[in-house]
């Protein structure tokens, strides 16, 4: 394919480039690991639950090298991840050139599917990635990378034993039991918990307030007057569609003195930090993620602009929400400046670690190792994201706070977002999930390799496939 000529040469003609490719570089290599059963079911190498680009990306990576990966989402078929449901923004942040899950692969980043289908010209024209069609082209690479996806199961229970993990799933047709050597944990931003909620909404309806990650349609928003919560790229992107919904006035109130202007995370950026910083000593790794989380990340200035051309918006810094009152059939939002009166208050407050406001977490909850309960940061650096932070091995992997407490809690990986304190950005967001995705695989290889190491051996000693005949030579007298 020639990406030297504007005019697209379409999507077959890219997947037989991709297709090239593969087989010059002899992938997928053949499966190795040895077959098994529990229960009288297949044994899985490899179950992800999460099909969203993580889960993509791993499922890929791990299917390159041999392994048999399933994945597992609640969503519909096309809908897994965030872009189609919850998420709201009009663009990605980052930049359009950034690979993504490619996997080193040239044809399989989002500029090649890009470009054959729209050629240079539109490709050179575009700013930044339409968030739906980030969508779709997530949709192609599951198809063109044969990813093993069984969409609207709900894992409703993790189990690790000693050689396998249990999950029970809840499915169309029913509850049932999939076992697999080793589980992967794709499930996002929220991953091992859920949405932050503040302490100032309990006890008010339900009918008045939601959280920036919830699924809801903003149409019901019309006519009403809206306050937002926050001041992240979740609350403009909140406050940009309840505008464009016709919300009657939209309020976003912003706890600091000021917007953030400057994204610190992107200041790492570096090959050397995505490779490096997993290896660095635990004072350094605390001290740069809790730098970013108080220099918080500014929203898009895209995302801003988009609420501020809007007359009937309002910024109000400086205006942390002290107090929610229910008043009727409207909210009393009391702020050190002001009192609003509202009529829908949208929170876009983040997202938490809570290993307990999560069913299917409820038994291996209590054994796993989190940092907290190995490290305490100086006096001032408290972070409560950061203590909270699962305590992973070099593969993602669990561990267990008490040894011995729950045989097989190591072979749950960690590959969503709250393994960035151990392993630094590589699980979740699009610069180097690339790079997370084959140091999971390349990890979980080394692990089944290592545990069936007597079955390989055996492998070994009854290859028998000659080179040499015998006919080759005539034996001196």
Request: charged residues 20%; aromatic residues 8%; hydrophobic residues 40%.
């Amino acid at each position: 394919m020639s990406t030297s000529s504007s005019n697209p040469v379409g999507l077959a003609a890219l997947e037989q480039r991709l297709a090239q490719d593969l087989a010059w570089l002899d992938l997928p290599a053949k499966t190795w690991v040895p077959p098994g059963t529990v229960n009288d079911q297949p044994l899985l190498d490899v179950a992800i639950i999460g099909g969203g680009m993580a889960g993509l990306a791993a499922a890929a990576s791990l299917r390159n090298l041999g392994i048999v990966a399933r994945i597992y989402d609640s969503a519909p078929e096309g809908y897994e991840g965030p872009w189609a449901t919850t998420a709201r923004m009009e663009t990605l942040r980052s930049p359009k050139q950034l690979t993504g899950p490619a996997l080193g692969f040239p044809a399989l980043t989002f500029r090649a599917w890009f470009e054959a289908q729209f050629g240079v010209t539109a490709w050179n024209e575009l700013d930044k990635i339409p968030r739906l069609q980030w969508m779709e082209y997530l949709r192609w690479y599951r198809g063109v990378m044969n990813v093993d996806i069984c969409n609207e199961h709900n894992v409703t229970q993790i189990i690790p034993h000693h050689g396998h993990v249990e999950l029970q799933m809840q499915t169309p047709s029913g509850g049932h039991a999939v076992y697999a050597r080793r589980v992967v944990l794709a499930t996002g931003r929220a991953g091992l918990g859920g949405a932050s909620v503040p302490s100032f909404v309990q006890g008010i309806s339900r009918d008045f307030w939601a959280h920036s990650s919830d699924t809801m349609d903003y149409s019901t928003l019309r006519g009403r007057r809206v306050g937002v919560v926050g001041a992240g790229a979740s609350a403009m992107d909140s406050a940009g569609t309840a505008l464009e919904n016709a919300a009657a006035s939209v309020d976003v109130l912003i706890r600091r003195q000021d917007i953030p202007r400057v994204n610190k995370s992107k200041g790492a950026g570096s090959p050397g930090f995505v490779q490096g910083y997993v290896d660095l000593p635990d004072d350094w790794k605390w001290r740069i993620r809790h730098y970013i989380n108080v220099q918080q990340v500014p929203p898009p200035r895209a995302s801003v602009l988009r609420v501020a051309q809007h007359a009937n918006a309002r910024f109000h810094l400086g205006s942390p929400v002290l107090r929610v009152l229910e008043d009727g059939r409207q909210l009393r939002v009391e702020t050190p400046k002001q009192i609003f009166e509202l009529d829908f208050l949208v929170l876009s407050t983040g997202f938490m670690i809570d290993w307990h406001s999560r069913p299917e977490y409820a038994t291996i909850a209590r054994h796993l190792r989190v940092w907290s309960d190995r490290y305490q940061p100086d006096q001032g650096d408290n972070d409560q994201e950061l203590s909270d932070s699962p305590d992973l091995g070099p593969s993602f992997e669990f561990q267990e706070k008490t040894p011995g407490s729950l045989p097989g809690l190591s072979r749950v990986h960690c590959f969503c977002y709250p393994a960035t304190l151990t392993h630094g950005t590589v699980s979740g967001d699009i610069p180097a999930i690339s790079d997370g995705a084959a140091r999971l695989s390349k990890g979980i290889a080394s692990l089944l390799y290592g545990e069936n190491i007597r079955e390989h051996f055996a492998e070994l000693q009854a290859f028998n496939e000659p080179e040499v005949f015998g006919d080759e030579w005539t034996a001196a007298e």
